[in-house]
């Protein structure tokens, strides 16, 4: 009699966490046909259960991973498995990494790429999980026989708006930032409820759902304390991969904040350091270690291990910031390198209230190599560094309390012949008595021979504009551009992609741990009493200084090519692969990121025209239009009636819009974030506030100033306890964690099967490792000055190459992490 039953042999694995057990028979695997249709469910043929068995220990970067044998017995008409069940009576949740299955007498596998938390079926709504194989659909090409699985699990996943949400909830929905204020500890502690109104528009967070707050009802009560194990769904929190080295970073920080300085942080004299011989104890030395070890070098050893590593922008030369040509380079190749722009008109004037700025053409023509001002202009060779419109209107309640002075700045610079930039003046504006006027004082950089009074001011003058551009990277370009305005992306995707969808399947590595880093930095970031009020010049109005700014975000100008040209940093090329070409070669972050765009954009058009063979497919894949619907609409409803969204009617808009999202996960985000320690870890360097306003001529501060100019420099800068905890801070976030997510064009083995998107990603990852070398190359030439600069800091922040960045000292500023991990 023949066999009409036939063997599936299969493999899970699972990671766990240290000291718990795997869930070996307490957990069972079912089947679900892709090619045969169960006509009494709608969906494919189902098998019975197997539990998983002889589990095979081993540790992957320190994680226990266990492998399961399984086998499954089905009909010989079972067809091909498209899905897989899993059930887990398990008492602890556990991390399923991967499954693959061989049909007994092929050599083919079926391969899930799950990597997701399992819950125990009874936290689970009483359901099993649903995982699809690693073929991917278009909705209108989804197998009958897992179509009703397809919107099942879509269903699955998303909110009525309404429930608290619990640890083990796949539920995705969206809500307000109504959870930054803490009106529980009175008046002083409240903020406005960002998102939902015209004053104060901004991006949708996923919803939580915690109770009310009892004092402000349209706010969201706060956890009593901070904690990592915040309410997200489970395929957003960190993996276990991610979280040992994140709590290693965390804590590394925290004692180097609590190191050998601690006593005299929190001393009554706190205020200011007494020199900065005294900020740079907080730092090793650069050759510490390096010595025979003994006794004493083994005591102090041990001393440095509490202090933290000394930042690339001191480590050639400890007075390298303070110079002109250090301060103007980091505007084309610092950790904020996206808001420097060409001057278009001067004298600027102030786009909201109208008032012109007060600089005059005599105060900068000697600085310009013989050029007037409107022939810089018109060459392109003045450009601007523009932090004075969106301050102008918070100063007042700002400098009300007394605790910090802050300006609102332009800086105006000049493009030399060798492409370097030097600055030729500082207005630093306050507001008048009567609406829209102004205080304006401008400041132009001293020569060495006209005395260190005035070059001491201007030294101030810079700490100044250095504070405002601090706080609009962290606020702004970091915070805002990149883990804020995705976040309603990722949820989309969650609510309306399904796993099968191609587009999903292409997002999903950009997304990894961003929402669960999100709801962290609420709790400790940019909330109420968070490090960002407490170590930046904008304290309580923040967020708020963040959500005048997202008014003028567009999505369609978070591409680089399309920010370059608003910027006037390029000008439209067809003949460029990006069809921008650069109005001067020397801009470090937009050479590299070019490239890495036009590499990626390729990648990106590849893909989608594997799966999209036409304009049609795009207009008709409904899953794809509700969710570009809903992003539009309830994720950026702020910006619902905005004319710039791209229509997604269109392959091309697919494209122009696939390559902006993963753009601002990877590139963008990494060109903000991993430099931070190098620049920015010296504090005076690039201070988050200042504490006085520039003295004037003929007053008591200005004698005091003339009687010990460092001493009041010092006095200027951050206090003793915001200082260090914004080294603390810098040196957190420029960490890749040991255990960190994929960097560019890498992706966790079997994620698909198709072999033509394989031969595609490996075409990328090719190009980006030859962009690599060229970026490498770009550094040894002399003739590229802005490449290092007087701190000697090569640009290496959009480094492609992951061996390059893992070979690298982990606050090092290299790679390209795939998601916003940090």
């Not at 197998?143 to 539920?171: F, K, Q």
């Not at 018109?378 to 601007?384: C, D, E, G, N, V």
């Not at 490792?769 to 970026?775: A, F, K, V």
């Not at 960045?805 to 998601?819: D, L």
Request: net charge neutral.
């Amino acid at each position: 009699m023949p066999n009409k039953h036939q063997v599936i042999d299969g493999k899970v694995v699972v990671l766990m966490s240290h000291g718990q057990a795997g869930p070996g028979k307490s957990a069972s695997i079912q089947l679900y046909s892709a090619t045969e249709l169960d006509t009494r469910t709608g969906r494919g043929r189902l098998t019975l259960k197997a539990s998983l068995k002889n589990g095979e220990s081993k540790k992957v970067k320190g994680i226990k991973a266990i492998a399961y044998r399984v086998k499954i017995r089905v009909d010989m008409e079972f067809g091909i498995p498209g899905a897989m069940a899993i059930t887990s009576k398990h008492e602890n949740k556990f991390f399923l990494k991967s499954a693959s299955f061989q049909a007994q007498g092929t050599q083919s596998f079926i391969c899930f790429d799950c990597n997701s938390w399992v819950y125990p079926v009874e936290r689970s709504d009483d359901t099993p999980r649903i995982f699809f194989s690693n073929t991917s659909y278009l909705p209108s090409q989804t197998p009958e026989a897992l179509e009703d699985l397809r919107r099942g699990e879509l269903c699955c996943l998303r909110g009525n708006g309404t429930g608290e949400r619990v640890e083990s909830d796949r539920i995705y929905d969206y809500d307000y930032y109504n959870d930054l204020g803490n009106p529980s500890k009175g008046e002083g502690h409240t903020r406005p409820v960002l998102g939902g109104n015209a004053s104060c528009p901004y991006p949708r967070r996923l919803r939580t759902g915690r109770p009310r707050s009892q004092e402000d009802p349209s706010c969201e009560s706060r956890p009593v304390m901070p904690s990592l194990n915040v309410c997200v769904p489970p395929d957003e929190q960190l993996n276990p991969r991610k979280l040992p080295g994140l709590l290693s970073n965390s804590i590394q920080s925290l004692v180097h904040f609590l190191g050998p300085g601690a006593t005299s942080l929190f001393r009554d004299d706190y205020d200011a350091f007494d020199s900065f011989d005294h900020i740079w104890g907080l730092f090793c030395s650069k050759d510490d270690g390096r010595s025979v070890p003994n006794k004493k070098t083994r005591h102090r050893k041990s001393q440095e291990l509490l202090k933290f590593p000394l930042p690339q922008i001191a480590a050639e030369d400890k007075w390298a910031w303070k110079s002109d040509a250090e301060f103007a380079r980091q505007m084309l190749a610092g950790t904020n390198p996206t808001r420097i722009q060409c001057l278009q008109e001067f004298p600027p004037v102030s786009k909201s209230t109208g008032a012109v700025s007060s600089i005059e053409e005599y105060q900068i023509e000697p600085s310009l190599e013989g050029l007037t001002v409107y022939q810089a202009i018109h060459r392109k060779r003045m450009f601007i560094l523009d932090h004075h419109d969106y301050l102008m209107p918070f100063l007042g309640r700002i400098n009300k309390r007394g605790v910090v002075r802050a300006y609102a700045s332009r800086t105006l610079l000049f493009l030399r012949d060798d492409s370097t930039m030097k600055p030729v003046a500082i207005e630093l504006s306050l507001p008048g008595a009567a609406h829209g006027s102004e205080f304006n004082r401008v400041f132009r950089p001293v020569p060495a021979s006209r005395g260190d009074s005035e070059a001491a001011l201007w030294q101030l003058a810079k700490a100044h504009v250095t504070s405002n551009d601090s706080a609009y990277h962290h606020l702004v370009s970091h915070w805002l551009h990149t883990h804020a305005v995705v976040e309603p992306f990722i949820i989309a995707t969650r609510r309306q992609l399904s796993k099968m969808h191609p587009i999903h399947r292409l997002l999903d590595p950009h997304f990894e741990d961003t929402i669960h880093i999100n709801a962290l930095a609420r709790q400790v970031l940019v909330s109420d009493g968070g490090i960002l009020e407490t170590t930046l010049f904008t304290k309580k109005v923040s967020m708020e200084v963040s959500s005048m700014l997202y008014r003028d975000w567009r999505f369609d100008e978070q591409g680089l090519p399309s920010d370059l040209l608003k910027r006037g940093m390029g000008v439209k090329d067809p003949n460029s692969p990006a069809g921008v070409k650069l109005l001067f070669d020397d801009y470090p972050y937009a050479a590299d990121g070019l490239e890495i765009w036009t590499a990626l954009k390729r990648w990106v058009a590849e893909y989608c025209t594997i799966f999209y063979r036409g304009d049609s497919l795009v207009g008709s894949d409904e899953e794809l239009q509700a969710w570009w619907w809903e992003i539009r609409n309830v994720g950026h409803g702020d910006k619902k009636e905005e004319t710039w969204w791209y229509q997604m009617t269109t392959l091309s808009d697919l494209i122009e819009t696939i390559t902006t999202l993963i753009w601002t996960t990877s590139a963008l985000h990494a060109s903000v974030v991993s430099g931070q320690f190098a620049y920015a870890g010296f504090p005076p360097s690039r201070p988050g506030l200042c504490r006085r306003f520039i003295p004037k001529e003929g007053t008591f501060e200005f004698a005091k100033f003339l009687q010990d100019t460092e001493r009041y420099y010092l006095e200027m800068l951050p206090g003793r306890v915001e200082m260090t905890l914004m080294v603390s801070l810098t040196e957190a976030l420029s960490r890749h964690t040991s255990n960190e997510v994929l960097y560019l064009g890498q992706r966790w083995s079997d994620w698909t099967d198709n072999q033509e998107v394989i031969e595609k990603i490996d075409n990328f990852n090719w190009n980006l490792r030859h962009i690599g070398e060229r970026i490498l190359e770009r550094n040894k030439n002399p003739n590229l000055k802005n490449r290092s600069g007087p701190a000697k800091i090569p640009y290496e922040i959009l480094l492609p190459i992951a061996e390059t960045a893992e070979r690298a000292p982990p606050n090092a500023g290299r790679g390209i992490p795939n998601s916003i991990s940090i």
